[in-house]
């Protein structure tokens, strides 16, 4: 009996220790920035977010794992991360155009635990 409790308990620890989670969230790190048009705010703009990646997985938001909205400022706030790699792609309007133009762009981030970063989405016309 007591080897079983033993086996039991060794096994237990070792899948703990083992489960590290990666590129997902729920975890202690977060990115937070603005997302600019030549250097101005896009407000509410979407920003999608893609786990696991280091290069821009394509136009179709529905590739995406989550999204966050920026605020009428064009900040936009990504908590609870867990270390890895992530894809940021954002899409807004500029309204400071004449007739308001669809901008787009994105960029990878590569967060530690417990890390904090400040990444500002730069955005350009769309075709």
Do not use: W
Not at 20 to 44: D, E, T
């Amino acid at each position: 009996m007591k080897k079983i409790i033993l086996f039991a308990l060794a096994t237990l620890i070792i899948f703990s220790f083992g489960s590290c989670r990666k590129n997902q969230m729920g975890g202690k790190a977060s990115v937070k920035g603005r997302v600019l048009h030549h250097s101005l705010p896009i407000p509410n703009a979407y920003i999608y977010i893609k786990f696991n990646a280091t290069e821009f997985p394509g136009d179709d938001y529905t590739k995406y794992d989550t999204y966050v909205k920026s605020d009428s400022e064009g900040n936009y706030v990504i908590d609870n991360f867990y270390k890895g790699n992530y894809y940021l792609y954002a899409m807004g309007y500029d309204y400071t155009i004449a007739a308001p133009y669809l901008v787009k762009g994105g960029l990878s981030v590569s967060v530690r635990n417990k890390e904090h970063l400040n990444k500002d989405i730069a955005v350009t016309e769309g075709d």
